[in-house]
């Protein structure tokens, strides 16, 4: 695949002005052989206007979602008042919850409890991961009794959602700890994650998938590294739950957190989920520990006795109303394999950046976005001078993606609702636009590559932040 002019291949014979018919040919028989395509009917798309390629950020809502809340409101709440935190399951909706999410990411039943944001689960996760790998007993104090941790480095993946480096940088503060900001794609050398590993070592946290690039990390390599080095990790799931399988329980993850607004279409501030692996559940010490993580929260004790499980994880009372629009949200994934999302999440994106070769004038955009399948989650990000306009004219006219500044346009791919029309439609309109937006600088990124090849590291990529109101 080599970049080409825009439409160069127009032909009469396609429906829509300055398509390649051979793409919209192939887009028909990828759609036709869908095995996913009946679940889009599920989903509320303003279609044919919008193409809504922002399910890595918001996820779309279910058709059935406001009736259910409807009912949440006006009977559980309306009538039956108080008595729905027993009658309508509303006190165990976080464990219970947890546990339909579970399967998605390869949880063990009683390992995932639902609340919060994931900012505060990643509080969570990484004190309590501190807390697990300190040496039991006084092994860690010496003589003159200052507590002096062994193991006193959190390693933090460099281009990590800023909330977590925020929290962790906050968390070493409280534990007396200091991070180590490491690259996670990097195999090795100074600065990898892998040739950062130690005995200094006590917890890793990081993304699976990066928020800007779309590259996937290596969760059991790394977490089998940072076992060797006898330390801990937490994964940060929020744009691989619901995209592709995770394999925590399989891969012996220690901690993992992850949002529901994403792939798993839970809403708006839908909350967030936190993963305790089994063995570790016994000794999880929250630093938030809540009345609902009491073991008998009615008993209103002054002293504090952790629950059973992943409950220990829950804090105070749940938001009910998000947490049952996700619930409804989940009825989406009955009977839907993981496998298959992963399958068709591949395609999806893959098929895209062949679009994009095709449509985009050459040299205006290049993929940050691995290349190999191994190191792709489900969204595509485009490196382009023009972003913040190119995007502007995209959503304007019905391709929803979004900007993360200064210069990148990311298109996320949701294999329950998109179809491989939407990506050939995407491609044709930002070739169009691309067409019109004159060049303002020319596209230099030596680390980079065109659509067709591999990304740059991630740890070479400058952060960017979301906009007022976005979530990434
Ligand atoms: C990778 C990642 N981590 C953490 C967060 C923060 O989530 P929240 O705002 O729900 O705390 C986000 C938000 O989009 C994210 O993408």
Same mark, same amino acid.
């Given at each position: 695949?080599?970049?080409?002019?825009?439409?160069?291949?127009?032909?009469?014979?396609?429906?829509?002005k300055?398509?390649?018919?051979?793409?919209?040919?192939?887009?028909?028989?990828?759609?036709?052989?869908?095995?996913?395509?009946p679940?889009?009917?599920?989903?509320?798309?303003?279609? #044919?206007?919008?193409?809504?390629?922002?399910?890595?950020?918001?996820?779309?809502?279910?058709?059935?979602?406001?009736?259910?809340?409807?009912?949440?409101?006006?009977?559980?709440?309306?009538?039956?008042? =108080?008595?729905?935190?027993?009658?309508?399951?509303?006190?165990? $909706?976080?464990?219970? =919850?947890?546990?339909?999410?579970?399967?998605?990411?390869?949880a063990?039943?009683?390992?995932?409890?639902?609340?919060?944001?994931?900012?505060?689960?990643?509080?969570?996760?990484?004190?309590?991961?501190?807390?697990?790998?300190?040496p039991?007993?006084?092994?860690?104090?010496?003589?003159?009794?200052?507590?002096? #941790?062994?193991?006193?480095?959190?390693?933090?993946?460099?281009?990590?959602?800023?909330?977590?480096?925020?929290?962790?940088?906050?968390?070493?503060? *409280?534990?007396?700890?200091?991070?180590?900001?490491?690259? /996670?794609?990097?195999?090795?050398?100074?600065?990898s994650?892998?040739?950062?590993?130690? /005995?200094?070592?006590?917890?890793?946290?990081?993304?699976?998938?990066?928020?800007?690039?779309?590259?996937?990390?290596?969760?059991?390599?790394?977490?089998?590294?940072?076992?060797?080095?006898g330390?801990?990790?937490?994964?940060?799931?929020c744009?691989?739950?619901?995209? *592709?399988?995770?394999?925590?329980?399989?891969?012996?993850?220690?901690?993992?957190?992850?949002?529901?607004?994403?792939?798993?279409?839970?809403?708006?501030?839908? /909350?967030?989920?936190?993963?305790?692996?089994?063995?570790?559940?016994?000794?999880?010490?929250?630093?938030?520990?809540?009345?609902?993580?009491?073991?008998? #929260?009615?008993?209103?004790?002054?002293?504090?006795?952790?629950?059973?499980?992943?409950?220990?994880?829950?804090?105070?009372?749940?938001?009910?109303?998000?947490? *049952?629009?996700?619930?409804?949200?989940?009825?989406?994934?009955?009977?839907?394999? =993981?496998?298959?999302?992963?399958?068709?999440?591949?395609?999806?994106?893959?098929?895209?950046?062949?679009?994009?070769?095709?449509?985009?004038?050459?040299?205006?955009?290049?993929?940050?976005?691995?290349?190999?399948?191994?190191?792709?989650?489900?969204?595509?990000?485009?490196?382009?001078?023009?972003?913040?306009?190119?995007?502007?004219?995209?959503?304007?006219?019905?391709?929803?993606?979004?900007l993360?500044?200064?210069?990148?346009?990311?298109?996320?791919?949701?294999p329950?609702?998109?179809?491989?029309?939407?990506?050939?439609?995407?491609?044709?309109?930002?070739?169009?636009?691309?067409?019109?937006?004159?060049?303002?600088?020319?596209?230099?990124?030596?680390?980079?590559?065109?659509?067709?090849?591999?990304?740059?590291?991630?740890?070479?990529?400058?952060?960017?932040? $979301?906009?007022?109101?976005?979530?990434?």
């Amino acid at each position: 695949m080599s970049d080409s002019p825009l439409a160069s291949s127009a032909s009469s014979v396609s429906s829509a002005k300055g398509a390649a018919p051979q793409l919209v040919e192939r887009a028909a028989a990828l759609d036709a052989a869908d095995v996913l395509a009946p679940l889009r009917d599920l989903f509320v798309l303003d279609r #044919p206007a919008t193409t809504y390629l922002d399910g890595n950020s918001l996820g779309a809502l279910p058709r059935h979602v406001p009736a259910r809340l409807q009912d949440v409101i006006t009977r559980q709440w309306g009538e039956l008042g =108080i008595r729905s935190w027993t009658e309508s399951g509303w006190w165990t $909706a976080p464990e219970r =919850i947890g546990d339909r999410i579970a399967p998605l990411v390869g949880a063990a039943p009683g390992s995932v409890v639902v609340g919060d944001s994931t900012s505060v689960n990643v509080f969570k996760a990484v004190v309590g991961a501190v807390r697990l790998a300190a040496p039991a007993g006084d092994a860690a104090v010496p003589a003159d009794g200052t507590a002096v #941790p062994v193991r006193d480095e959190i390693l933090v993946d460099a281009t990590t959602f800023p909330t977590d480096g925020y929290i962790a940088r906050s968390a070493a503060r *409280l534990t007396g700890h200091r991070i180590v900001p490491v690259d /996670p794609a990097a195999a090795t050398g100074p600065g990898s994650l892998l040739g950062s590993l130690g /005995p200094r070592t006590a917890v890793v946290l990081v993304n699976h998938v990066d928020f800007r690039t779309g590259r996937l990390h290596d969760l059991p390599g790394i977490t089998a590294a940072a076992h060797d080095a006898g330390g801990l990790v937490v994964w940060d799931l929020c744009h691989s739950a619901g995209a *592709l399988p995770v394999g925590l329980d399989a891969h012996g993850v220690d901690l993992a957190v992850g949002c529901t607004y994403k792939y798993l279409n839970g809403g708006p501030g839908a /909350p967030a989920f936190l993963y305790v692996a089994e063995r570790h559940q016994s000794r999880f010490d929250s630093p938030l520990p809540g009345w609902n993580s009491h073991a008998d #929260p009615f008993a209103m004790s002054p002293d504090f006795a952790a629950a059973e499980g992943a409950v220990r994880g829950r804090v105070g009372t749940p938001d009910i109303l998000s947490t *049952l629009a996700l619930d409804a949200a989940l009825d989406v994934w009955e009977g839907v394999r =993981i496998e298959d999302v992963r399958e068709k999440s591949l395609a999806l994106t893959d098929f895209f950046l062949e679009c994009v070769a095709e449509y985009a004038p050459p040299g205006r955009v290049r993929s940050l976005t691995p290349a190999a399948h191994a190191e792709r989650g489900s969204q595509v990000a485009l490196r382009c001078a023009e972003a913040p306009a190119v995007m502007a004219a995209l959503i304007a006219r019905g391709v929803v993606g979004d900007l993360r500044r200064p210069d990148v346009l990311r298109f996320g791919f949701t294999p329950l609702y998109t179809g491989f029309a939407d990506a050939e439609r995407a491609a044709r309109v930002l070739g169009e636009i691309l067409a019109e937006v004159p060049a303002e600088v020319p596209a230099q990124a030596p680390a980079e590559t065109s659509v067709e090849g591999s990304a740059e590291s991630p740890a070479a990529t400058p952060r960017a932040d $979301a906009g007022p109101g976005a979530n990434e």
